[in-house]
């Protein structure tokens, strides 16, 4: 497979000032919820979830704009089908813009994971998955298969809603890079 970039870039006031073609094709193929025609322009923050992945970013950018360093973070971006393995590297621009480059690393297809099927119906409950490596809140933090096994959640009708936290593995990750 031919590496791709995905590169968006924001500036000085963390808006979206511009998309690669590559990722606006790669989210239309995922069935992104944002529709990247409506992205540009966009504040950064809007397209983020959980108050801990918000402050673990800003902690980066904040470093990133002081010290003029290259980031470079290793994420997750699931589909249903197939788990993916991404590097982002975030790199500052002068007026105080930062460019993020995303390149896959590697893909694994997989049996399709309905907990992970926006069109999945949901009930009541919440479980909490890390918005990097994508593991779910056990009683440890795993694997989203995992965790349907370890919560009971195959064969039922709804399954809960997923929220968006920082397990402690990825928090100390990102964060050793700030300190
Ligand atoms: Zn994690």
């Given at each position: 497979?031919?590496?791709?970039?995905?590169?968006?870039k924001i500036d000085a006031r963390d808006?979206?000032?511009?998309?690669?073609?590559?990722?606006?094709?790669?989210?239309?193929?995922?069935?992104?919820?944002?529709?990247?025609?409506?992205?540009?322009?966009?504040?950064l923050?809007?397209?983020?979830?959980?108050?801990?992945?918000?402050h673990v970013y800003q902690a980066l950018l904040r470093r990133l704009r002081q010290e003029e360093c290259l980031l470079t973070v290793?994420?997750?971006?699931?589909?249903?089908?197939?788990?993916?393995?991404?590097q982002m590297v975030m790199q500052p621009f002068p007026d105080h813009a930062v460019e993020f480059v995303?390149?896959?690393?590697?893909?694994?297809?997989?049996?399709?994971?309905?907990?992970?099927?926006?069109?999945?119906?949901?009930?009541?409950?919440?479980?909490?998955?890390?918005?990097?490596?994508?593991?779910?809140?056990?009683?440890?933090?795993?694997?989203?298969?995992?965790?349907?096994?370890?919560?009971?959640?195959?064969?039922?009708?709804?399954?809960?809603?997923?929220?968006?936290?920082?397990?402690?593995?990825?928090?100390h990750t990102l964060l050793s890079q700030y300190y």
């Open positions: 497979m031919q590496a791709k970039n995905y590169v968006y808006r979206i000032i511009s998309i690669s073609p590559e990722w606006v094709t790669f989210a239309e193929a995922n069935q992104a919820a944002d529709l990247p025609r409506a992205v540009l322009g966009s504040s923050w809007s397209h983020l979830y959980g108050a801990e992945a918000v290793p994420f997750r971006c699931d589909s249903p089908g197939i788990r993916r393995y991404l995303c390149t896959i690393l590697r893909e694994e297809p997989r049996d399709e994971v309905a907990l992970l099927n926006p069109a999945t119906q949901r009930d009541d409950r919440f479980i909490v998955m890390c918005g990097w490596c994508k593991k779910v809140q056990t009683s440890e933090w795993v694997e989203v298969e995992e965790a349907i096994i370890r919560l009971h959640l195959f064969d039922q009708p709804r399954l809960p809603h997923i929220t968006h936290g920082v397990c402690p593995r990825c928090k």
